[in-house]
């Protein structure tokens, strides 16, 4: 069979051009894979029986990671983390290594860097203590599994799945064969042995872990680990999750001594607080469970030439677009001869419906060349008729709102009966975009 390296798809002769990727000469020709060399029997048990502490929450130590994994790292499971190059994911997994390293003996198999380089990075990460953990440059699968047996070793890092090989299968290093082959073999490892296994993956040149979806599926948890290169935050997602909630998020600084957790993630995307200034304008966004307020910039300039330009950074393109037709249809405002652009502060991609009323405004704002007091947060959905309607969990956003002391929130008037007595924020409900536009633009 050929077998396209970028995306897994099988065909039976060569292609040029992956018709499910779209990836240039990606095929390779791979013979199927071989059973892989763990066989245990496994039978039949009442499920009534199973003691549910077989299945145990192991607490990282760092308290953000717990909460995407769903209250810490089960036993027996295996951990997809996913990054595009230099993001960060060694770090991390080092940094994970010597907090587990005081619960239970931990293996780091690196087989993409020395064991000298390791140690480098291990002092550049002053904050823990890495005298416990285990290194090993290892890249034979059959050997790292010797070493687990001999040494009892609870937690295993593999860095990175596309380095090691399982000398039982067939086909190169980084080959889709073998990928599957050695996460089927480390998942076997995790569940016979209760082993904790945190892989790292890379990812191709559009996203997807390589490899993908197939080592997607056989892992129990995938993590994703994603920053803009030039600011030093860093955001870990879970994409899958067997043992927990889905689409959480923690930040990550990325500083010279190692990763640090944050904890209030709304004042890194809100640096403007103090003053006000045209385009800009605060809105709520819910990542996972968790609401953040962030600033969105927008700003519309004289096109000089030709078609106007539009661009959105951190913002669904296609939805900016919409915006600018409604508020051209609904408001009668022209931005036919206008560049208009949007950007979301901090770095961040955000996807919430419920921000369209904030881009709205702050796209308004910079046409006209009048600010938006910087103590109000939009929070709207904006329906094709320009009507505001009504949003997820508003109550999760208000308290946001409420703590991180704002004065003044816009909501859509439908969400108004739902929202709890007791907050003390301010805030008004409004049905239509052209209402709140008149307030604020008189
Ligand atoms: N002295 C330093 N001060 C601040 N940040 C640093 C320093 N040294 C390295 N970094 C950060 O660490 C990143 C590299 O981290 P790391 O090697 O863990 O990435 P990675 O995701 O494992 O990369 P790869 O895919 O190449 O294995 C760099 O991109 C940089 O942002
Ligand atoms: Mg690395």
Not at 27 to 53: H, M
Not at 152 to 160: A, M
Not at 308 to 326: C, K, Q, V, W
Request: hydrophobic share 40%.
């Amino acid at each position: 069979m050929y077998h396209c390296s970028e995306c897994g798809y099988k065909s039976i002769k060569w292609l040029g051009k992956c018709p499910m990727c779209d990836g240039w000469e990606t095929f390779a020709q791979e013979n199927e894979v071989k059973a892989d060399t763990i066989t245990i029997k496994s039978p039949p048990r009442l499920l009534k029986g199973i003691e549910e502490n077989d299945a145990r929450r192991i607490t990282t130590g760092m308290s953000q990671l717990d909460r995407i994994l769903g209250g810490g790292l089960v036993e027996g499971s295996v951990i997809l983390v996913g990054g595009a190059p230099g993001v960060g994911k060694s770090t991390l997994l080092l940094e994970v290594c010597s907090k587990l390293s005081t619960i239970d003996k931990t293996l780091y198999v690196s087989a993409e860097e020395s064991p000298e380089q390791i140690s480098l990075r291990s002092k550049r990460l002053t904050d823990n203590d890495y005298s416990k953990v285990f290194i090993s440059g290892e890249d034979q699968l059959e050997n790292i599994f010797e070493y687990i047996k001999e040494n009892n070793f609870k937690f295993v890092v593999i860095d990175s799945i596309q380095v090691v090989n399982l000398a039982s299968s067939e086909g190169a290093k980084g080959s889709i064969s073998q990928i599957r082959a050695c996460a089927d073999y480390l998942t076997k490892i995790a569940k016979t042995f209760g082993v904790v296994v945190l892989i790292v993956g890379h990812v191709t040149k559009d996203g997807a872990i390589a490899g993908p979806k197939l080592l997607e599926h056989i892992v129990d948890c995938v993590l994703y680990f994603e920053g803009e290169m030039l600011s030093n935050y860093r955001i870990l997602r879970s994409i899958k999750n067997r043992f927990g909630p889905t689409g959480d998020i923690a930040v990550f600084e990325m500083k010279s001594s190692g990763l640090v957790e944050l904890k209030e993630m709304t004042d890194i995307f809100l640096p403007h607080r103090e003053s006000s200034f045209s385009g800009s304008c605060v809105v709520c966004t819910i990542e996972g469970l968790r609401p953040i307020l962030i600033e969105l910039q927008a700003l519309a300039s004289r096109a000089n030439f030709g078609v106007p330009r539009r661009r959105s950074l951190g913002f669904d393109f296609n939805r900016f677009s919409l915006l600018i037709a409604i508020i051209e249809k609904r408001l009668r405002m022209s931005f036919s001869s206008e560049d208009v652009f949007l950007n979301v502060a901090g770095g961040i991609r955000i996807n919430d419906p419920a921000t369209d009323l904030g881009a709205i405004m702050a796209i308004i704002s910079s046409l006209k060349d009048m600010d938006i007091a910087a103590s109000t947060v939009f929070i709207a959905e904006v329906g094709l008729a320009g009507e505001l309607r009504r949003v997820n969990n508003i109550n999760l956003r208000l308290k946001e709102v409420e703590r991180a002391d704002f004065k003044n929130c816009i909501i859509p008037e439908s969400n108004l009966k739902e929202v709890d007595k007791a907050l003390k924020v301010n805030y008004q409900g409004y049905s239509s975009l052209n209402e709140v536009v008149k307030a604020f633009f008189k």
